[in-house]
């Protein structure tokens, strides 16, 4: 806190922000000590393309707090760090199948990326979300199990412990109803890097597809945004307020904290279900019903929130 002070590392407000005083931004380098503190303690756990493309996507992300990068310069730094640790997952397959899966999880990962981006201007929301999502695994790669009953894991449980304490550590600064700092570019997409490794990891290792509702909440709402925009074909990568949790606070004035509970109690709860209710090795049919009943439920909601929200606006 006081460096950035000292270097004068503020997110000033503009007609997008959400906030309306100079606030402290780029916290999200106690994320990178982290990783590299346990990289010290649990060397040659993490593959070594992960790495590096974590290192260099924080690298450029602080650069883009610090100063104003292109954004066609950030997005080819994300498409390049997706690429490279895609590159190391293995997909249990080859050829034209691997090629298809290997562009799918890029362009998907892009999207995970910018969309955790935008989440860092609601006070709360991407710390409860991280947080949710973190423990969540956590407690997923502690009790799964093969059809046999042995123990699967996918990913070193002190990897994630060790990336749970700073987003809390980070969360003391940011749920409140005023922010004392924001996480920034740095914070944001390092820890969607990692969640999109951990979720890549689960889905490959376990086969269940159905873990993708674990951020589904904010993935619909992130989606849905994306597509109204791409139809007025408008740049989805400049900051707007057009995602519903924005329009709650800006037109609803709902506050901040509010706002984000309600995104993380929807979202435990979709987790608790998930975790607790399907079967070990569900079918292939079973998974796609569960996302697809899920996938209309929120797009329901969202459609129902947006209409109720414009309503008012009108």
Known sequence: MKLAHKYGLHDHPNGRSSHRQPTVTGMGIILVLAFIVYLFWHPFQMPSLFILGFFMLTMVSFLDDLFFLKHSLRLAFQIISVAMMVWQLNFQSDGFEAIALGIAAIVFGVGVLNAYNFMDGINGMLTLHCLLVLASMLYLNE?????????????DSHFLLGIMVPMAIFGFFNIRNRALAFIGDVGSIGIAFIILFLMYNLLITTGNYTYLLL??????????????????????????????FKKLVHLKKIPHLIVSVMYFSVQMIINLIVIFSMPKAPKLSTQLSVLFMTA???????????????????
Do not use: C, M
């Open 143 to 155: 009790t799964l199990v093969d059809l046999e009953g042995h123990r699967i894991s996918f990913t």
């Open 215 to 244: 951020f589904s909440v904010f993935g619909a709402d992130a989606g849905l945004t994306v597509i109204y925009k791409l139809i007025l074909r408008e740049n989805i990568f400049v900051p707007h307020r057009d995602f519903l």
């Open 296 to 314: 209309i439920s929120l797009i329901a909601l969202y459609i129902y929130v947006q209409t109720t929200t414009a309503k008012r606006r009108a």
